[in-house]
C-alpha cells in the first residue's frame, strides 16, 4: 500500500513539474505578444497623427517604429536578438495574408477593375512573367560574378519571384482615384493581381529540380502555373458564387445580420485552406472570393451587414499589414542572420544594387511594352481609355517597391520557421530585407512629388473631350442572339458583333460579359439593377 502511495506522489509531483512548466512557457510567450500589441497600438496613434503628410505612408511609419524598437531589444539583450517575436511563414501564408488578399478584392472598385481588366491582367500576369524571368536571369548571370554563388535554378526562379512581386500601398496613397481613374485603377489592380501571380509562380517553380534550364523545363513550369492559375480561380469564383446563391436563397437577415458576415468570412477562409489542401494557390483563389463576394453576396444581406462586412475586413487588413511591416523593421536589425553571411561589406552592397538594377529594368521591359499593347487594344476608345506616357512613368515608379509578400515568400524559401543556419540563405534573407526596406522607404518618400511634377493639378481631370468617343451607351436587354428573331437577322448582329470586337476589342469583350451577367448572372445570384453601372 505504501509503495502504491509513493508511486501516486510520484506521478503527481511529476504533472505538477509539467503544469508548471508549461504556465512558465505560456507566460514567456504572453510577456513578447503583449509587448508587440502594444507596439502595434502605437503605430496605430502615429498614422493617424501622420494622416496629414501623404509623402509619409503608414507603411514607412510601421517600418521604421520597427527599427526604433529593434535597436531597443538589440541593446537591451545584449546584440543576441532584435525581435519580440519570431516569424513563421506558415503564420503569414495562414493568418496575415488571407485577410489582406481578400479585402483587396473585396474592396475593389468593379466598375474600373472589369473596365480596365484587360491592362489589369498585362501587367499582373504578363508582367509577373516578364519579370521573373529577367530578375532570375540576371542573378544566376550576375551574382557568381560578384563572388556569390552555390544557388540552385530553382533557387534563382524563386528570387525571380520574389523580387516580381509589387507593393503598391505608397503611390495608391499618393494618387486620388476621382481624379486619376484610370490610373488608379491599373495601379491598384495590377498590384493586387502581381501578388497572388507571384505566389502561383513561386509554387510553380517549387517542383524544378533539374541543375539546368532547358525549353522542356520552362514548358514544364509554364503548364504547371497555367493550371495552378486556372483551378485557383475557379476556385475562388465558385466560393463567391456558392456564398451568393446561399444568402440570396436563405435570407439569413431575416433572423441575424452576424451569420451573414459570418457565413462570408468562413467561406472564405474556407476556400484559402481548401486551396492550400489541394496544393493550389490560396492567395488567387481568396482574392477572387473577395471579388465575387463583393459583386453578388454583398447585395444579398441587410444595410448593417454591408457596413460590418466593408470596416470588418478593412480593419483586419489593416491590422495585418501593420503587423507585417512592423515585423520587417524588426527583422531588419536581427544581428544573427547579419553574422552569418560570408560576403563582405562591398559585395554585398554590390549585391543590393545588382537586384535592386535588375528589379528597374525588368519594370521597364515590361510596362512600356504592355503599355503599347493595351492602347491598341483600345486604339478606338478614346484618349481617356489610353495609358499616357507621363502615366506609365507613375506605374513603373509604383511597382519599383517591394514589400510583405516578397518578406514572407523569402522566408519560406530560405529559412524553416524563421530559421536559417546556410550562409547563402541568411545572405538572400538580409538581401531581401534591404531591398523592402530601402524601396518602401527612400522610394516611398521620393513617391509623392514624383506623381506631383508627372501629374500636376491641373491635368487631373475626369473631363472627357467632346471628340472622345468613349463607351457609347450600350442597351443592356439586347441578346447578343435571339431564338424568336429570323436567322437573317442573327446572322446580321453577329456580323456587327463581330465587326465591333475587331474594332474595339476590349470594350466589346466588356459589353458581353455586362450583358451576360444581367441576364443570366443577377436573376440567380443577387446583384444590383441594370441602371447600375457597378460593373
Known sequence: ?????????????????????????????????????????????????????????????????????????????????????????????????????????????KKQF???????????????????????????????????????????????????????VCTLQVLNQE????????????GVVNDATSVVLFNAVQNINSDTLNVQTALRIFLDFLYLFTTSTVLGIVAGLVTAFILRGLSFGRHSSVREVAL???????????AELFELSGILTVFFAGVLMSHYSWHNVTESSRITTRYAFATLSYIAETFIFLYVGMD?????????????????????????????????A????????????????????????????VIWWAGLMRGAVSVALAFKQFTHSGVTLDPNNATMITTTIVIVLFSTVVFGFLTKPLVDYLLPASSHTNTRNP???????EDMTLPLLSLEESASENLSRARENV???????VYTIHSYWRRFDHTYMRPIFGGLSSNDSSC
Open 499 to 505: 465587326s465591333m470586337l475587331m474594332d474595339r476589342p
Open 114 to 168: 472589369f473596365h480596365n481588366f484587360f491592362p489589369i491582367m498585362l501587367f499582373g500576369v504578363a508582367g509577373v512573367l516578364i519579370s521573373t524571368s529577367i530578375v532570375a536571369a540576371g542573378s544566376w548571370w550576375l551574382f557568381p560574378k560578384l563572388g556569390f554563388d552555390g544557388l540552385s535554378i530553382s533557387e534563382y526562379l524563386s528570387i525571380g519571384t520574389i523580387f516580381s512581386s509589387t507593393d503598391t
Open 467 to 473: 471628340r472622345d468617343p468613349g463607351s457609347p451607351k
Open 332 to 364: 531588419a536589425l536581427d544581428y544573427e542572420k547579419w553574422k552569418m553571411s560570408t560576403l563582405s561589406f562591398w559585395t554585398k552592397m554590390a549585391l543590393y544594387g545588382t537586384v535592386m538594377l535588375l528589379i528597374a529594368v525588368a519594370r521597364v
Open 366 to 393: 515590361l510596362v512600356f511594352p504592355l503599355s503599347v499593347i493595351s492602347n491598341y487594344m483600345h486604339r478606338s476608345g478614346g484618349e481617356s481609355t489610353k495609358i499616357s506616357g507621363h502615366q506609365q512613368m
Open 264 to 274: 462570408m468570412v468562413l467561406v472564405a477562409y474556407l476556400s484559402y485552406m481548401l
Open 1 to 109: 500500500m505504501e509503495a502504491v502511495m509513493n508511486h501516486n506522489s510520484t506521478l503527481y509531483n511529476l504533472y505538477s513539474d509539467h503544469v508548471a512548466t508549461n504556465l512558465k512557457d505560456t507566460h514567456s510567450d504572453v510577456i513578447p505578444i503583449t509587448l508587440f500589441i502594444a507596439v502595434l497600438c502605437l503605430c496605430l496613434v502615429v498614422g493617424h497623427l501622420l494622416e496629414a503628410y501623404r509623402w509619409l505612408n503608414e507603411s514607412i511609419a510601421a517600418i521604421l517604429i520597427g527599427c526604433i524598437v529593434g535597436t531597443i531589444i538589440l541593446c537591451t539583450s545584449k546584440w543576441k536578438s532584435s525581435r519580440l517575436l519570431r516569424f513563421n511563414e506558415e503564420l503569414f501564408f495562414i493568418y496575415l495574408l488571407p485577410p489582406i488578399i481578400f479585402n483587396a478584392g473585396f474592396q475593389v472598385k
Open 179 to 190: 481624379e486619376t481613374p484610370l490610373l488608379y485603377s491599373l495601379v491598384f489592380g495590377e
